[in-house]
């Protein structure tokens, strides 16, 4: 038990600036995640997800009609 304590044990005061900002903007990213997810899999939002489901294929074939 000791060595796994050891080995994810944390030097706070020697971390350097780029070191924080990569813990920031990795929590950051996480908290993003967490409500990006919330939002896409919450039962209410499904018919407006649902609506824009072929949205990249239908920009497609509107830009294949213009060359025509």
Do not use: C
Not at 23 to 52: C, D, Q, W
Not at 62 to 68: P, R, S
């Amino acid at each position: 038990m000791n060595s796994i304590k050891e080995y994810f044990q944390t030097d706070w005061a020697s971390m350097t600036l780029h070191d924080w900002l990569g813990l920031g903007i990795t929590i950051v990213v996480f908290i993003v995640m967490i409500a990006i997810y919330s939002y896409i899999f919450h039962p209410a939002n499904k018919k407006r997800l649902e609506a824009m489901r072929n949205i990249p294929f239908d920009e497609d074939r509107v830009n294949t009609e213009d060359k025509k």
